[in-house]
């Protein structure tokens, strides 16, 4: 799909946008030509008033659209936020249905990225599957109306790239286990870092193990493909030597809960268990496409979770880069493991100048904040303000959790340093973080859990069914943010 700025589109369909009482301006009625006259006929009749979700189309006599639609935005200053993101999501629902494939919309610099994003998000289509919608048209191309200059070309771009982006997370995640196991996960980052000028450095489970990785290798063992780590470097021509930020994902391409089986109703869906990974991947891409300034790292903790003979038994002792010792007190609790060897080989490896992890790490947080907030740890409060200020920035939200001093006690291991579930606690996603703050020396850390916010099963305008892509747009963020 091409977005473009320009004064003067063609298009099958424009929308125009109104709050409350507004009128046509000038530029409006320039676009408009001879329709203007019965726009302003509607409003005038006040069967367009611009109210909220109201939507009126208008068939043109010719020119440069077929057809107008009216859009009302309700009362300005009443919105809530994100409403001008989802109302982009709408209106691409409408072009679909409309079978228009070229549509423009005449949007305020103000709310220029905002409904960009919104238009962007609810474009996507996940098509691997099944045919697109025969009763939808597919669309080619977004035409913005709005002013053209340095920073909306700006947005425009990230625009751009932030689509593709989005595009190689979501698909990923909504791709099956079966056609997306632990090696075509890797061969997929391997692509991404070809097209994208990324280095990679793959580490086989053979490597992993003599790097000591013993966390992340005990995870994989059940499966015929076991586990794998992969980094992903991008450099500008920076004289920086360390990352600026090194972001760490979760990449269970299925999580059956090992020997510690998921039930019926928890299984289903974790092919999804690879989302934290697939953000991390399409971050790197999206900073490489942007040419940002700076070193940033993406790591991949790669392995299914699997079940079988080989697989690691519940009371099974393993040892981790850092040299902790764990017992597997649940197989289930296998996203902080995979995690705990990521956080700390990269740590020491590239001494990274801040650290962020992302994960579908628990269920328990869907109790605390439900399916659009993600909750947010770490073990420094200037670092885990600055993502929730770029979240903010970017309509992803976060809301933090206590990853409070007294927690860590209950990580501890009775014949081990530690281990990775402890009974009775209850707090489920404190301890999922918890656990991981044992891999971290000093670096600033903040760790996303996703188990909430990756995965959607009631869809909105922009949020389809299936992967969301969550933390993909507040990691570009913090990279343009700490790029230099
Ligand atoms: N991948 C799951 C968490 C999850 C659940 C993500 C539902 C998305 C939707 C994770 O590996 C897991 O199984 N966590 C356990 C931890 C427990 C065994 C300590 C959980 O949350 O129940
Ligand atoms: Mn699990
Ligand atoms: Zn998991």
Redesign the pocket.
Known sequence: MKLTLSAAPKADLLFLLFFKGAKLSPAEKKLLGGTAKSVEARFSNKEFEGEEGQMITLFTDGGAFKRVVLVGRGEKGKLIPQATEKLGGQLVAVAKKAKASRIAVNVATEDFSELGYGMVLGAYEFNHYKKADPKASKLEEISFVTEDNKSTKETLKHLDVFMRASDTTRSLVNLCAGDLNTQNLVDEAKKIAKKYKLKITIFDEAKLKKLGCGALVGVGQGATIGARMVLLEYRSKTTAKEPQIAFIGKG?VF?S?GMNLKPTG?IE??K??MAGSSTVLGTLQAISELKLPGYFLGVMAIAENAISDRAQHPGDVVRAYNGKTIEIT?T????RLVLADALAYTEKNFKPKRMVDIA?????VTVALGYNITGVMGNDEKWTNEIMDAGKAKHERYWPLPLDEDFMKFTKGEFTDLKN?AKGVRA?TIMGAAFLKEFVEKTPWVHLDI?GT??AEKPDSTTHYGATGVGLRTFIELAVRYGK
């Open positions: 269970i999580d809960g928890y869906t974790m999804e268990d649940n289930d609790a296998e996203g579908t790490l628990t269920g328990a579930d489920g188990g990756g995965w």
